[in-house]
């Protein structure tokens, strides 16, 4: 089956611009991840949806970060603006459920770079 | 709340010999706990999980992990290195209410020739 699509893979913008990221999880799952993955440091959950509704947000920097997942399927992540400390890969992962058995896939990362 | 300590930030082992990457977990509730493992420039992938039913677990690429709840610990173990082991290891607790993965810092395994 096909994994977990991220776009665009790499980008460099310049400080207070605005950036936004794709992500299309694996088909049937219900659950959806967005990850910042800052260098040096493990993953930290950003937001949570299980199928077009928000679980858990608690650590997105609402001034700034936004996601939505329209129709339970794809999703899209925007800073806006961005800072230097946005600096980071940007990871999204899926799963079937939110059970302890249900495994998360990641996707390859969108890796941002703030200048 | 819970949590994970992954208690060496760097491992460097020979090639062929055996591998420990140390984690210790802090959790109010039988936890999930897993190991990720993400090579350059590529995506985590699923090394093994422990979701309470046989405490040692056995994952890809010969990699096993053992639950030992008296001390908190889910040690990652190899009995032979090779090159390709090479990565960032994470040790990671879910969250029991939303699901959510939360990770440790990472371990750094540094093979030799």
């Known amino acids: 089956e096909a994994g977990v699509a991220q776009s665009p893979r790499y980008k460099i913008i310049e400080k207070r611009q605005s950036v936004a990221f794709w992500c299309n999880p694996i088909?049937?799952?219900?659950?959806l991840y967005w990850y910042q993955q800052i260098l040096g440091q493990g993953p930290k959950l950003l937001i949570q949806?299980?199928?077009?509704?928000?679980?858990?947000d608690s650590q997105l920097p609402k001034d700034r970060f936004s996601a939505e997942r329209l129709k339970g399927v794809d999703s899209t992540l925007k800073i806006q603006p961005a800072k230097l400390e946005d600096s980071a890969v940007y990871l999204c992962?899926?799963?079937f459920g939110r059970g302890g058995a249900d495994t998360q896939y990641f996707g390859p990362g969108t890796r941002l770079t703030v200048l | 709340a819970q949590s994970v300590t992954q208690l060496d930030s760097h491992v460097s082992v020979s090639e062929g010999t055996p591998v420990l990457l140390r984690c210790n977990y802090s959790?109010?509730?039988?936890?999930?706990l897993f190991w990720y493992v993400q090579h350059p420039n590529k995506g985590l992938q699923l090394l093994l999980k422990?979701?309470?039913?046989?405490?040692l677990v056995k994952g890809i690429n010969g990699f096993e992990a053992e639950f030992k709840k008296s001390e908190t610990s889910f040690h990652l173990t190899k009995p032979s290195a090779h090159m390709s082991d090479a990565a960032e290891y994470f040790c990671?607790?879910?969250?029991?209410?939303?699901?959510?993965?939360?990770f440790g810092q990472g371990t750094t395994l540094q093979v030799k020739p």
């Open positions: 992962a899926s799963s």
């Open positions: 088909s049937g799952h219900a659950t």
């Open positions: 949806f299980q199928n077009n509704g928000v679980v858990d």
């Open positions: 959790s109010s509730y039988s936890p999930s």
């Open positions: 422990y979701t309470s039913a046989a405490t």
């Open positions: 990671v607790v879910r969250s029991s209410n939303t699901g959510k993965l939360i």
